[in-house]
């Protein structure tokens, strides 16, 4: 089933509940996918799409969420943190740190990687491979700690 068809029924199925936390979250995600399908690109969604989408809800309001906690608006936060988790459960399961070093340390060594300079080649495998899984901040430090050897 396609994201906007989840997307649609689990809407229907939070304004039965009147539950006004996961309305927020999944009319969140649904103005995202129509927001796509009407950008003129006649492009249809795909899988990928669907991941790369709601990464971009995730970090939008984990930017905003950090901001509001260094001001001090834990009203504002709460909010933040309630759609994160929302918009989390359309994302695949997400690695632990412990997993995604092992997995990252079976890419350095079927690439060869040893230094830094080849941080770039991983990381364009392992964002390849961890898609949806991990973001790219996590993946990031964890590659840069094993090229360094940290």
Known sequence: MSLESTINEDL?????AKDAVALRGIR???SAV???????????MNKEDEIAMLQKLVKQR???LDIFV????????????????VIMRYLPKQLT??????????IITRLGASSMKDMGQVMGEASKAFAGSADGKTISGIVKNLLSGQ
Do not use: Y
Not at 12 to 16: E, L, N, Q, S, Y
Not at 34 to 44: I, P
Not at 97 to 106: G, H, I, M, S, T
């Open 12 to 16: 229907k199925t939070a304004m039965k």
């Open 62 to 64: 984990q930017d905003s």
């Open 34 to 44: 129509m927001l796509f399908n009407t950008s003129g690109s006649g492009a249809t």
């Open 97 to 106: 740190e412990d997993e995604l070093k092992v997995e990252v340390q079976a």
């Open 70 to 85: 260094k001001q001090g608006r834990e009203d504002l936060a709460s909010v933040e943190r309630e759609e994160i988790e």
């Open 28 to 30: 969140a995600i649904k």
